[in-house]
């Protein structure tokens, strides 16, 4: 079950950026860099959340709220509004025309999308899958547990967030900047060396005995949970609702 998220925002290197971290969650992303422009394509088909600037040319974020508000389908899409002015007059005036949240630039891509995330969850729960499977690995993103074939995994905060990073995406080879983006944040300096080190820790946490790796070193590329791990024993989503 695709969910769609339509990122209205015309700082180019920005709707790149979110663009990228929200695929990887595996979200369809469009990216609409007018106001007026999004107006008229909200019309024809909304998505499942809407990520607005408050600053637009054509038709400002807030003013594009207050019209979807004020629309009969629209009422009620979660709308995640960004904008630089981080006064509390201004944060009063984007929630008071409808956004149901706001985040002020610069912020952390990995916080925002633990914020879309968390908003799906509360509007559309159906939307969002609670676990991931591959192979015969299951992790359940309200637990925070892993286990593989029937076995429980202990694993610490960033080698569980790297782990569901390669299973939203099976089969992606990701650089490790690429990584270090959607694990760690942008916002956060880390030596790419530090993949590595985490990379290691989680194949040491996952495979028992002659289990196989299921995470791919790709020489000169990155890292990529292995596509034939995962066909040789298909996991499934599972859906909350």
């Not at 595996?26 to 007026?36: K, N, Q």
């Not at 009422?75 to 630089?84: D, G, Q, S």
């Not at 942008?186 to 289990?211: P, S, W």
Request: net charge neutral; with cysteine.
């Amino acid at each position: 079950m695709t969910t769609r998220i339509a990122v209205v925002e015309d700082e180019e290197a920005l709707g790149v950026l979110l663009r990228y971290n929200l695929e990887a969650e595996g979200y369809t992303v469009d990216v609409i860099a007018r106001g007026d422009d999004a107006d008229l394509r909200l019309k024809e088909e909304l998505p499942d959340l809407l990520i607005l600037d408050w600053m637009l040319p054509g038709l400002s974020g807030v003013e594009l709220c207050r019209r979807l508000r004020q629309r009969e389908d629209s009422e009620r899409l979660p709308i995640i509004m960004l904008t630089a002015r981080g006064e509390e007059s201004e944060r009063v005036r984007g929630l008071s025309v409808g956004a149901d949240d706001y985040v002020v630039k610069p912020f952390s891509t990995p916080e925002l999308v633990a914020r879309v995330r968390a908003m799906l969850r509360r509007a559309k729960p159906e939307k969002i899958a609670t676990h991931l499977g591959a192979g015969d690995i299951d992790l359940d993103r309200e637990t925070h547990r892993v286990r593989r074939a029937g076995r429980e995994i202990k694993l610490g905060p960033k080698e569980f967030r790297l782990l569901e990073f390669f299973m939203q995406s099976p089969g992606r080879v990701f650089s490790r900047e690429q990584l270090l983006d959607g694990v760690w944040g942008r916002d956060i300096y880390v030596d790419e060396r530090t993949v590595d080190v985490h990379v290691g820790r989680l194949r040491k946490a996952i495979n028992r005995g002659r289990q196989r790796d299921p995470i791919r070193t790709v020489r000169g590329a990155g890292y990529a949970l292995d596509e034939q791990f995962i066909a040789g024993k298909a996991g499934k989503d599972k859906v909350a609702g």
